[in-house]
C-alpha cells in the first residue's frame, strides 16, 4: 500500500457535484492498493498515519501527531500512485488491485483507520470520479509505501 498524506487546513471530496466529504484542519490521505498488500500493511500504515508528528506543538514546531490533534481525516482510494512510467509517455496501472481484491481492503482501511484514530473519517467513493479540493498547510506532504518501511 501506498499513501501520499497532506497536512490541510480544508479539503474536500465532490462527485458529480455533490459534495461527499469535508474537513477543516486535518490530513488528506490519498491510498494506492496492489494485489499483495494485506491486513499487516493496513495495520502498520494506520498506526503510522495517526502518529506521525506533523502538527504544531504550542510552541509552533511539528511534535503533535493526529491523535493527540483535534483534526480529522479524509480517506480517498486512488490507484494511480501505482502507476509505472518505465516504458512512453502513458503510465501503466498493471500494479494496482482490481476491485474485487481493492475494494475489500480500502474498506477495511477505512474500519481500521477510524478504529486506531477513536473516530469516524470520511472518504471519498472507490471507483468515481472525484473532485478533490484542498488547502495544502505547510505545504506538508508525505508518501509512505509499507512495502519499503524507512
Not at 3 to 25: F, K, L, P, Y
Request: aromatic share 4%.
Amino acid at each position: 500500500m501506498k499513501v501520499v498524506i497532506q497536512r490541510v487546513t480544508e479539503a474536500s471530496v465532490t462527485i458529480e457535484g455533490d459534495s461527499v466529504a469535508q474537513i477543516g484542519n486535518g490530513l488528506l490521505v490519498l491510498l494506492g492498493i496492489v494485489n499483495e498488500d494485506t491486513q499487516d500493511d493496513i495495520s502498520w500504515l494506520c498506526n503510522k498515519i495517526i502518529n506521525l508528528r506533523i502538527f504544531p506543538d504550542e510552541n509552533g514546531v511539528m511534535n503533535t501527531s493526529l491523535k493527540a490533534s483535534t483534526g480529522d481525516v479524509i480517506l480517498v482510494s486512488q490507484f494511480t500512485l501505482h502507476a509505472s512510467t518505465k516504458k512512453g509517455n502513458r503510465p501503466s496501472y498493471i500494479k494496482a488491485a482490481k476491485p474485487d481484491i481493492a475494494i475489500p481492503l480500502y474498506e477495511n482501511f477505512i474500519e481500521s483507520l477510524q478504529d486506531t484514530l477513536g473516530k469516524t473519517i470520511q472518504t471519498g467513493k472507490f471507483g468515481a470520479d472525484m473532485k478533490v479540493q484542498l488547502v495544502n498547510d505547510g505545504p506538508v506532504t508525505i508518501i509512505i509505501d509499507s512495502k519499503n518501511r524507512e
